[in-house]
């Protein structure tokens, strides 16, 4: 399970400082399915690091670079995450900074987590093809709403009233673009890769 964090709580924004003080953004992820490699050294303009952040005593420990060539025997295969430890990982892609993903068990995470929320279908599906999809595309204005309704999933009117619940609920901001809020709704919803 991914969540995307909408509000960053004390909690959070603690356990970030303490293993990336310089960090100073708001795109972060919470994650239960840890990366099974962690190698952290530039290929590409590409770069992720990570640190392990221990819940007990707020200790960190950075994970060195476990490069093939200069430390071939360091071990770098990860199968799971000790009781009350996170890993941290901070995602540089090409040189764009894609922010911190927060690694932790299930029992570790749950107290991050906000209580979950159960939307109506048509509002499932505005998210979904807002997620998927750009507004416009190939000279058709609304581009989401009008595949949506060639696909039988929804009615313009349908589409409409949904879309304006969502903006209400603040799942999408008020340009009708998906909020973190929004892609947590649809983030383990079984057909978020149908379209």
Not at 28 to 44: A, V
Request: proline share 6%; with cysteine.
């Amino acid at each position: 399970m991914n969540y995307h964090v909408e509000h960053i709580t004390d909690d959070i924004r603690k356990i970030v400082k303490a293993c990336y003080p310089q960090y100073n953004g708001k795109t972060i992820q919470i994650s239960d399915t840890p990366p099974k490699t962690c190698r952290s050294y530039w290929d590409g303009g590409s770069k992720r690091y990570y640190v392990l952040y221990s819940l007990s005593d707020g200790r960190t420990m950075e994970v060195g670079t476990n490069h093939p060539f200069f430390e071939p025997d360091k071990p770098y295969e990860l199968r799971e995450l000790p009781k009350d430890v996170l890993l941290v990982q901070h995602n540089i892609f090409q040189g764009k900074d894609l922010g911190i993903t927060i690694f932790a068990n299930q029992e570790n995470m749950q107290h991050m987590l906000p209580d979950p929320m159960e939307l109506p279908d048509n509002e499932i599906i505005v998210l979904l093809y807002t997620a998927h999809l750009k507004s416009s595309y190939a000279g058709q204005s609304n581009y989401r709403r009008y595949s949506a309704v060639r696909d039988n999933k929804i009615t313009k009117e349908g589409w409409d009233a949904a879309k304006a619940k969502l903006i209400e609920s603040k799942h999408l901001n008020k340009a009708g673009a998906i909020t973190a809020k929004g892609r947590n709704a649809i983030e383990n919803h079984p057909n978020r890769y149908l379209l």
